[in-house]
């Protein structure tokens, strides 16, 4: 949610004339202003002694970063995928189909373990491109903490909350549907618990980051 100019303005004002943060918060609240927003105006100036307020770095999008960002979520994104499709095929053989046994409709591909080598090629790439893009990213977060205000960063990272968290829901609703018709098997349950671990890995590891960010900010 976007802060108004003119809430800023206000808040800027009230500080400049010794106005305290509490004594603010509570006139915006009588005065119907969302918390959100008034949260976000308040804390848009930086508690420093100095005879005027001090405005915080506001987010911005730099080109670069999100060059940066745009790769190593694609990344991400390209890791999670070949591993579900290498553990898939490694389900796959270790639990074959039995009418797929019995007809005899294994593909020259497979024998061949394409489906084996293509997923690990691509593993092989894109995870190494991931981990070296967030240890870059990483220690430049470091050195200057006002970088997390990244506006690319932000939606990248919740863009990716929201695509694990729809994989983590259809996973399980999918597993309660084939659970209640009994219609469950090893080979399922295995590939539906694959998806289940990866997509939710990827939603803790990014929610605790988050949760991090906003108590080192606090």
Known sequence: ??????????????????QSRERI????????WPVEQITKAVSAYATVDFPVPVPRPRPYLSAREAFFYLLMFSALYLTCYYLGCLLF???????PDPLQAVSGGYSPAYDSG????WPIANLLVAFPVYLWISWVTGRALAADPSKRGSKIRRWLTYLTLFVAAGFVIGDVVTLIYYFLGGEMTVRFTLKVL?????????????LTDLRREEVETA
């Open 25 to 32: 918060e509570a006139v915006l609240r009588q005065a119907g």
């Open 194 to 206: 694959t998806i289940g671990v990866i997509a939710g890995a990827v939603l803790g590891y990014y």
């Open 114 to 117: 394409e489906m084996i080598r």
């Open 89 to 95: 095929e490694l389900i796959n053989r270790a639990f």
């Open 1 to 18: 949610m976007a802060v108004q100019e003119e809430l800023l303005e206000f808040v800027r004002d009230a500080l400049a004339r010794g």
